[in-house]
């Protein structure tokens, strides 16, 4: 087996997808702490930094601190990355990344099979309550 195969595995995938769901539990938590982070309300700085900094790093710092917490006696570590503890952060950031780029693609399964909401999606437009001239599509 190669280094690939190893890392590969059931146990990664799984860290992989609960790193996502669980950004996906924070992000509905904390919006619903602060609403004016949530996309449903005007754009501001603090909004801007919690999408497009804080939300996209927030698994890959989920998945360091699990790998530095958990042991390799209670958690299925590669062999590669069980080696020291530096090796165990980045195996664990490293995870988050992944985890991170594939949360967009997590929730909209989320919503598709079990009809979902994610927390980015506004509510639609009232159909009763007419639009502006100045927001209507030309």
């Known amino acids: 087996m190669n280094k ?47 999408e497009n900094f804080i939300l996209p790093a927030l698994p890959a710092f989920m998945g360091l601190l699990f790998c530095v917490i958990v042991p390799p006696t209670l958690f299925p570590y590669p062999a590669v990355a069980a080696q020291t503890r530096v090796s165990l952060a980045l195996y664990g950031f490293s995870l988050g990344w992944f985890s991170s780029g594939g949360y967009r693609y997590i929730v909209s399964v989320l919503k598709k099979k079990w009809n979902i909401d994610p927390p980015e999606t506004p509510p639609p437009p009232d159909p ?3 639009v502006p001239p100045t927001q209507r599509n030309v």
């Open 4 to 50: 690939l195969d190893d890392l590969l595995t059931i146990p990664t995938a799984c860290l992989i997808v609960l790193l996502a769901v669980v950004t996906i539990l924070v992000r509905r938590l904390v919006e619903d702490i602060w609403p004016t982070l949530s996309s449903k309300t005007p754009v501001t700085v603090m909004q801007r930094i919690w």
């Open 128 to 130: 009763a309550v007419p």
